[in-house]
Nanobody, 121 residues
Framework: QVQLVESGGGLVQPGGSLRLSCAAS????????MNWYRQAPGLQRELVAS???????YYLGSVKGRFTISRDNAKNTGYLQMNNLQPEDTTVYYC???????????????WGQGTQVTVSS
């Protein structure tokens, strides 16, 4: 697996902002898609945003206009900027790299350790 280390979660008030980071152990130039999911206990994962190497992006409808996904290839890091956070955004967020061949090596699906985002007044 690609090693993914997440950071940036925390406690914010409604309307506040956080930027989540996902640092990868390999060059992300060849990774087709980096994804962000969120998952509450007992529920299935929910795709929040996706950023492909072709430049296409996807956003969950409820976060469009508030969240922005990006990459910094030089730092091998993906980001999820979250603005105007609301209580319903509260949960654990995970970054993800899908299975595939990167740099001539095969990697299983890879997940970050998760970072807690709590939005509360």
């Amino acid at each position: 697996q690609v090693q993914l280390v997440e950071s940036g979660g925390g406690l914010v008030q409604p309307g506040g902002s956080l930027r989540l980071s996902c640092a990868a152990s390999i060059s992300i130039d060849s990774i087709d898609a980096m994804n962000w999911y969120r998952q509450a206990p007992g529920l299935q994962r929910e795709l929040v945003a996706s950023d492909t190497s072709r430049g296409s992006t996807y956003y969950l409808g409820s976060v469009k206009g508030r969240f922005t996904i990006s990459r910094d290839n030089a730092k091998n890091t993906g980001y999820l900027q979250m603005n105007n956070l609301q209580p319903e955004d509260t949960t654990v967020y995970y970054c993800n790299v899908e299975a595939g061949y990167y740099g001539g090596r095969y990697y299983l699906p890879s997940w970050g350790q998760g970072t807690q985002v709590t939005v509360s007044s």
